[in-house]
Each structure stands twice: as C-alpha cells, then as structure tokens.
C-alpha cells in the first residue's frame, strides 16, 4: 500500500532536483514539499543544488577580445615633401589644378606614406589690403587653402611659412604681420600649430622653422630670417637622441668652403651628428648639397607642373635612416652633387 507513495514521492523529488539544476540565476535553490495523502504520512524533501555562475572576470575577458586593439606601426614610414604651390583665389587655376592631383595622388600612393610636408609659399597671396583686415576674422584664400587641404589629403599635412605667405612685405610692410590669421583659420589642424614648430613622428623628429621670423620689408622677406628667440628654440629643440629632418622655404645655397656664415647653419652645427636631412624650396628647382654629409635638398615648385613634383622620403627609425625613394627621376642640376646613399 505504501510502495506506490514512496514511487510517487521519488518521481516528484527527482523532478524537482532536475527543475533546479536548470535555474541559470541561482547558485542554490531550496525546495520544500509537503504532501498530504489518505494516508497520515507527512514527507518533507530539501534539495540543495549548486549551480555555476559565471565569474564576471569571464565577461570582461569576452568584452576585451571584442575590442581591436590599437597597435603603433613601426618600421620605416614614407613622406611627400612639396612646396611653392602658390595656391590661388581661383579653383580652375593651374596652380591649384596641380595642388588637388598632388592630394589624390599621395592620398593613393601605394606603398602608402604617413604625411605631406609643404615647405613653404603655400598661397600666391593673401589678397587683401590693410583696411580689409580690421573687417575680417579670417583672411578668404587661408580659408580656401585650409578647405582644399581637407578635401583632397587624405592624410597629415604639415606646413611651414614662405615669403609668398607673408606677402604683406612686399607692399604694404606694416609692423605686424597677419600671421595671426593663418594660426587662427588652423587652429582646429594640426598642420600649423605655431610659426616654428616640430612633430615626433614614428621615431623621428620633424622640425619646421620659419624663414620670415625677422622680415621687415621686402628685401629681406627673401632673406632666411631667424629672430634669436627662434634660434634659442632650435637649440632646444634640435638637442635630441631621435633622429632630425629640418625643413623651411628660404634655399641656403651651400656652396664648397661654406662653414657658419649663415645664423641657421650655426644653430644646426653643433647637433650635425642627429641632423638627416633639410628641404627647402623658394627656388624653384631641385637641388642637392651636402654639408657636413647633411643632404640640403631644394624641391622643385609644385605649381604649373604637367605632374606633381615632389621628394618622396622613406626614414626607418631602426637605423635612424633617411632616404630619397624617387632620387632616381630627379634631375638635380649640374651644380648640385650627384645623388647617393643619405645618413
């Protein structure tokens, strides 16, 4: 009489024991069953099961491998370096036709390169007089400048300052010139932070200096001008253990028996030993020279070329190496010294 009771009560146990291994929100679960019968029999189960609840540790490991994990690139990296581009007010220019090719073609190069350097004469003018500055925030062909930048550099783009970009000199010579406005339009970039400026890229340290620091007319806005707060930061900067690469607009012509006749040069002496390579531009031509096995490397202007014109430098932070890939479709000129294997 009682067999089957104790059958039932076992069937119901045993499903009950199953029903709370299956409960995944609990780490223990706890029944309890009374059962009345015609019989006085009174029958209490309590099950305790423990369940596994996954350690939260387990979840962040699973979120992390969600996450792609920001890697540096290292080896050696590749850079354009262009100047007198002589951007103008006039999108269908030739100046500014061969600007946007440039962009595309750098922004597809394949192997790819990290960055454009401008060295210098980046618009033709800033087109304005005086009295249109008290009217203004920013000046049109800066802004213009800036705009074709984004649209066509699908990469960094960094500048330094040319006699052209400071063109107020050479009419109006006022006693301050607006680069204010060029700081201002490139605030939210990093192309232009300051006048003189250097980056820390992959290794090497790109230093931009401006030449027109100390013009006043001009005369000497053709002239490579450093002010001596300019040249106290060279120093600074310059004193390093990365690898260096200069650049600026005003060509320095070093020529056979060329020592320190030039303040710039002086500054640059006595860190020679991490000194790469500088590139200028103003001439509008290339040219190569050494100084102290230094390459000074003077690139061609951009502007009204049937195909960009540029130095394409490839530097490996291993060795702390630079190198000229294209040196080969360069025609550097008779005064210029033969092409070889740079630092």
Same mark, same amino acid.
């Given at each position: 009489?009682?067999?089957?009771?104790?059958?039932?009560?076992? #069937?119901?146990?045993?499903?009950?024991?199953?029903? &709370?291994?299956?409960?995944?929100?609990?780490?223990? *679960?706890?029944?309890?069953?009374?059962?009345?019968?015609?019989?006085?029999?009174?029958?209490?189960?309590?099950? !305790?099961?423990?369940?596994?609840? *996954?350690?939260?540790?387990?979840?962040?490991?699973? #979120?992390?491998?969600?996450? !792609?994990?920001?890697?540096?690139?290292?080896?050696?990296?590749?850079?354009?370096?262009?100047?007198?581009?002589?951007?103008?007010?006039?999108?269908?220019? !030739?100046?500014?036709? =061969?600007?946007?090719? =440039?962009?595309?073609?750098?922004?597809?190069?394949?192997?790819?390169?990290?960055?454009?350097? @401008?060295?210098?004469?980046?618009?033709?003018? #800033?087109?304005?007089?005086? $009295?249109?500055? *008290?009217?203004?925030?920013?000046?049109?062909?800066?802004?213009?400048?800036?705009? =074709?930048?984004?649209?066509?550099?699908?990469?960094?783009?960094?500048?330094?300052?040319?006699?052209?970009?400071?063109?107020?000199?050479?009419?109006?010579?006022?006693?301050?010139?607006?680069?204010?406005? $060029?700081?201002?339009?490139?605030?939210?970039?990093?192309?232009?932070?300051?006048?003189?400026?250097?980056?820390?890229?992959?290794?090497?340290?790109?230093?931009?200096?401006?030449?027109?620091?100390?013009?006043?007319?001009?005369?000497?806005?053709?002239? &490579?001008?450093?002010?001596?707060?300019?040249? /106290? $930061?060279?120093? =600074?900067?310059?004193?390093?253990?990365?690898?260096?690469?200069?650049? $600026?607009?005003?060509?320095?012509?070093?020529? /056979?028996?060329?020592?320190?006749?030039?303040?710039?040069?002086?500054?640059?002496?006595?860190?020679?030993?991490?000194?790469?390579?500088?590139?200028?531009?103003?001439?509008?031509?290339?040219?190569?020279?050494?100084?102290?096995?230094?390459?000074?490397?003077?690139?061609?202007?951009?502007?009204?070329?049937?195909?960009?014109?540029?130095?394409?430098?490839?530097?490996?932070?291993?060795?702390?190496?630079?190198?000229?890939? @294209?040196?080969?479709?360069?025609?550097?000129?008779?005064?210029?010294?033969?092409?070889?294997?740079?630092?």
């Amino acid at each position: 009489m009682f067999y089957p009771l104790r059958h039932c009560l076992f #069937l119901i146990a045993l499903f009950l024991v199953v029903s &709370c291994q299956n409960a995944p929100d609990s780490q223990e *679960a706890t029944v309890d069953v009374d059962v009345d019968v015609d019989v006085p029999v009174d029958v209490a189960v309590d099950v !305790a099961v423990d369940v596994p609840v *996954a350690d939260d540790t387990q979840f962040e490991h699973e #979120l992390l491998q969600d996450i !792609a994990e920001t890697v540096e690139p290292t080896g050696p990296f590749r850079m354009a370096v262009i100047t007198d581009t002589h951007f103008t007010a006039k999108p269908d220019h !030739a100046n500014n036709v =061969a600007f946007q090719e =440039a962009g595309e073609l750098f922004s597809n190069m394949d192997p790819r390169i990290d960055l454009v350097v @401008n060295t210098g004469d980046n618009i033709e003018d #800033l087109f304005v007089f005086p $009295w249109d500055l *008290a009217e203004l925030t920013e000046i049109p062909i800066v802004v213009s400048y800036r705009d =074709a930048i984004d649209e066509f550099y699908a990469l960094d783009y960094y500048i330094s300052i040319g006699n052209h970009d400071d063109r107020f000199f050479d009419t109006f010579q006022p006693d301050q010139t607006p680069l204010n406005y $060029w700081l201002e339009t490139f605030k939210e970039t990093e192309s232009l932070p300051a006048t003189y400026y250097f980056v820390d890229h992959r290794g090497f340290r790109l230093v931009f200096v401006d030449c027109t620091d100390e013009a006043f007319d001009h005369d000497s806005n053709d002239t &490579c001008t450093l002010s001596s707060e300019q040249l /106290d $930061w060279l120093d =600074a900067t310059l004193t390093t253990d990365l690898p260096v690469l200069l650049f $600026w607009h005003i060509e320095i012509v070093i020529d /056979d028996g060329t020592e320190l006749d030039h303040p710039l040069l002086a500054a640059i002496y006595p860190h020679k030993e991490t000194v790469r390579g500088v590139f200028m531009g103003h001439s509008h031509r290339f040219r190569r020279r050494l100084w102290y096995d230094i390459p000074f490397l003077t690139t061609d202007s951009l502007k009204d070329q049937t195909e960009p014109i540029f130095h394409l430098i490839e530097c490996d932070p291993e060795s702390g190496t630079m190198s000229v890939v @294209n040196e080969a479709d360069i025609d550097y000129g008779s005064d210029s010294v033969a092409p070889g294997s740079a630092r």
